[in-house]
Every structure is written in C-alpha cells, then in structure tokens.
C-alpha cells in the first residue's frame, strides 16, 4: 500500500527492509540499519570522488543525518507503559532525532517539556507547525472503511481498490483483530532491557 500511495512521488521512496524481517522491528533497529544503508553509501560517493593522491572528501563536508518524522500523537506514545524501551526512545532523540509536525490541537511542545528524557535533547527535536490543518489520520481512515464510508480523495484510488480487493478493515477483519496484543507489549515483555552499547 505504500508503494501505491507514493507512485506519483518522485522524492519519497519505500524501502522493504523493515516489511521483511521475520518479526516486528523495533523502530531503534530500523533507524540503526538505515542510518548504516547511508553512511555506506555515503563514504562509497565520497571515495569515488577522491583526489588521485588519495584525499577523500574535505574535512569540512558534513556527514549525514537521519530523522524520525513523525506527527505530535507519536510524541505521546513514549509515555504508554511497555510500548518503548527507555534506552530505545534514549538512543532515537540523542543520536538520530526527531523531525515532529503538529497535529490538530496536539502540540509537541507540550510532549517535549513533560518529558525530561525529551527535554535533555530538544535541540534534536524539530518542531514543525503545520499551518493547514489535516486532520486526516490512519485510524479515521480504517473507521471509515469499517464503517462502509467513502475514502475517496483521503487516499489514493489505487489503495482504495488495493484494500477493498484484500477485504482489509473490513467489520469482520477489524473482530479478529480485537483484543490482539500488539507486537510491542509482546516482545518487551519477554526481552530484558539492554544497555545502549548492546
């Protein structure tokens, strides 16, 4: 569904990486295996391009960076009890950061002065205020498939056909899932907490 909402995008990708690991991933694990992707391809560019005597890329070029993107909701989901591994949501703000865009009356600001952990590394969290309010959400979207409403012009018509053809979050599909214990609460629950150095 991914491929199919970004087919007109010609600067946003998807990549499968995550979609093909035998389990659910932690997004730390994600963001860690990214970040290498890049810096590998990173020092590979740069090295194509050295002088002949063997000098790579200028002191002064800067290494790259990746970020989080997320919506203010994601913020608050730090403090649910079990969803995150402290070291986890430590290792995302001190060493990747996060891009955070305001959502409705949801603001990030508030998230960030609540939390000492967010607090400690604001200068890695940047607040992005979103001045046309969307407040189209991925749950709004699947309640109003389940409910048989029309999503048309939320969503790409491609996805509209892709999800009808798979019957996903349909009433029926949505009882099923009820009372499923999310991968999350499931995996920490049975993982000690590991150090950073890990």
Not at 3 to 14: E, G, M, N, P, Y
Not at 87 to 109: A, M, N
Not at 115 to 136: A, G, K, P, Y
Request: with cysteine; net charge negative; hydrophobic share 35%.
């Amino acid at each position: 569904m991914a491929k199919l909402a970004l087919q007109s995008s010609k600067w946003v990708t998807v990549d499968e990486w995550e979609s093909q690991q035998p389990d659910w991933t932690e997004t730390v694990v994600t963001m860690r295996y990214h970040y290498g992707r890049i810096l590998k391809e990173y020092e590979q560019s740069t090295g194509m391009h050295s002088e002949p005597s063997g000098n790579s890329a200028l002191p002064s070029s800067p290494s790259p960076q990746l970020k989080l993107l997320c919506g203010a909701d994601f913020l608050s989901t730090f403090k649910i009890p079990g969803l995150w591994l402290e070291d986890h949501v430590e290792e995302l703000v001190r060493r990747f950061g996060l891009i955070c865009v305001s959502r409705g009356s949801l603001q990030p600001e508030r998230a960030v002065h609540e939390s000492d952990m967010l607090f400690r590394h604001r200068q890695n969290i940047f607040l992005v205020r979103e001045w046309v309010r969307n407040e189209t959400s991925a749950t709004e979207v699947r309640r109003a498939l389940r409910r048989g409403l029309s999503v048309k012009y939320l969503i790409p018509d491609s996805m509209i056909e892709y999800i009808h053809q798979h019957n996903l979050y349909t009433e029926d599909s949505e009882r099923r899932n009820e009372g499923t214990v999310l991968r999350p609460f499931m995996k920490q629950a049975h993982q000690p907490i590991k150090s950073l150095d890990d």
